[in-house]
């Protein structure tokens, strides 16, 4: 939202001797500002925003918001654009609070151990056929991120839909005291993220928290709880809210009752609904996406949008980079491009894509080290080798860390040696990729983005393109 350096002053309770100066936009990244733009000094773990205030300011920022005993060393000349707070990141996150108070209409925020991305940028697809919808860019959806989101909120939006990450007990709850949703969305709960968490149980726990929120709320507050997640769907006790569910199963109100895959990877689904049934493609492969696609009808369900404005919205629907991308090479070699994250659950539902591909000559695997499972990881790990050699999978390449566990995994499982390899980084994986690929081989790379499985796509693309875009197949989806 667009204010000026004395309306930001005035929210975060401090001065600006630039007061009329205009801000079109908010960053805690100095190489990323452009021209008008709000800095905010913030501390990450590896970096100490205040060392890049002057960076800032001379690429454009119309001002920098800086913690307090930075402020009194600066000489007083350059004081003019510079506004004093005791904490930048509380000052961020203050400004959000009050820009999504003041603008004032319904919001939707979505969380879960996976799916949520998909289903966020699902719900806003489908919203958009009749409002004017913001949603939280990429993945902006932690204590840094999700403020920069709402800080987008203009008058002119008539929806907004964020999603809700957390890596430890507490931040679901603060990050919905931030978003003040009046919807809130649960895709799952799975195992990860236990390296901070000592049992999938205790992930129930935090995740419940968005649904906690809306409880103190009132009774104008919806829950949308996927009916197949027992965790999930106890979420609903209690609740003093309307709760809508969705699934597969005969108690969820948005329910699938017909799936039928396309060899394009697109999905055909007949859904039933408490209005009646209907039929929507969705250009998306795998069981997993068609249960996202159910909690996003579900959640846009009080808005009142037609069955077929949804179908026509999830017709035409893409996702984001990386997450069931299909890429068609020179030589019908297929990449199932999902390597933006991973972790178990969503390991699996992928593998089970793969099992499902027609046409395929050899489903090979790339699958990096998923990261941020604590103890239980090698055997998590295994769990997902041992998947593959149940999923007709021809070829495993493991990269980096504990996806040595995969290889293994895939051995014990009756894949033989020479067929599951282990690689300790993704430029080698990458190398080993391009040799063996042949025409008809449909390629699945998926794993944690601290794995930068984008490096074996990359040395893919060069061997059939010279290094070029993909050519269109089934497209990006």
């Known amino acids: 939202m667009n204010l000026t350096l004395g309306e930001v002053a005035a929210y975060l309770g401090t001065s600006c001797d630039r007061a009329d100066q205009r801000v079109t936009g908010y960053s805690i990244d100095s190489r990323t500002i452009t021209r008008g733009d709000l800095f905010f000094a913030v501390s990450g773990p590896r970096f100490d925003g205040h060392d890049f205030v002057k960076q800032a300011l001379e690429s454009g920022a119309s001002g920098a918001v800086v913690q307090k005993d930075f402020y009194d060393r600066i000489p007083d000349v350059g004081r003019s654009f510079v506004l004093p707070v005791g904490n930048t990141l509380r000052a961020l996150q203050k400004l959000a609070l009050e820009v999504r108070r003041k603008w004032g209409k319904r919001l939707i925020a979505v969380t879960g151990s996976a799916g949520k991305s998909t289903t966020k940028e699902m719900i806003a697809a489908i919203l958009s056929r009749r409002l004017n919808v913001l949603r939280s860019p990429g993945n902006l959806n932690n204590d840094f991120g999700l403020p920069l989101a709402l800080l987008k909120l203009e008058p002119e939006h008539e929806a907004a839909v964020v999603e809700l990450a957390m890596s430890a007990s507490g931040e679901i709850a603060r990050l919905s005291r931030l978003a003040e949703p009046q919807i809130g969305v649960v895709t799952n709960v799975a ?101 996202n696609a159910l909690a996003a009808v579900a959640a846009c369900s009080p808005f009142g949008i037609t069955a077929r404005e949804i179908a026509e919205a999830l017709a035409g629907f893409k996702n984001l980079h990386q997450r069931s991308e299909i890429l068609t090479l020179p030589g019908d070699v297929t990449i199932i491009n999902d390597s933006y994250n991973s972790n178990p659950l969503a390991m699996e539902r992928m593998l089970e894509v793969l099992a499902g591909w027609t046409g395929a000559r050899r489903r090979i695997v790339v699958a990096g080290e998923m990261l941020e ?10 769990a997902v080798g041992r998947k593959c050699a149940q999923t007709a999978v021809e070829q495993v390449i493991a990269v980096q860390g504990d996806a040595r566990y995969i290889a293994e995994g895939a051995i014990e499982g009756g894949i033989p040696a020479m067929r599951a390899r282990f690689f300790p980084d993704a430029k080698l994986a990458g190398e080993f990729c391009r040799a063996l690929a042949a025409p008809c081989d449909v390629f699945l790379v998926k794993g944690s983005r601290g794995v930068h499985l984008e490096a074996v796509i990359e040395l893919l693309e060069k061997r059939y393109m010279g290094g070029g875009n993909q050519t269109p197949g089934s497209g990006m989806i």
């Open 373 to 382: 499972l604590g103890p239980t990881s090698p055997d998590l790990h295994r």
């Open 191 to 291: 195992a990860v993220h236990l390296q901070f968490f000592d049992s999938v149980d205790a992930i129930a726990h935090a995740k419940r928290e968005l649904i906690d929120y809306l409880a103190t709320t009132g009774p104008s507050a919806i829950a949308v709880l996927n009916a197949d997640d027992e965790r999930v769907r106890k979420f609903s006790e209690g609740f003093p809210g309307h709760v809508v569910t969705f699934g597969f199963s005969s108690n969820a109100e948005f329910r699938a009752i017909e799936v039928r895959g396309a060899q394009d990877g697109a999905t055909m689904v007949k859904l039933a609904a408490p209005n009646g049934t209907s039929e929507f493609t969705l250009p998306l492969p795998g069981r997993h996406n068609v249960e």
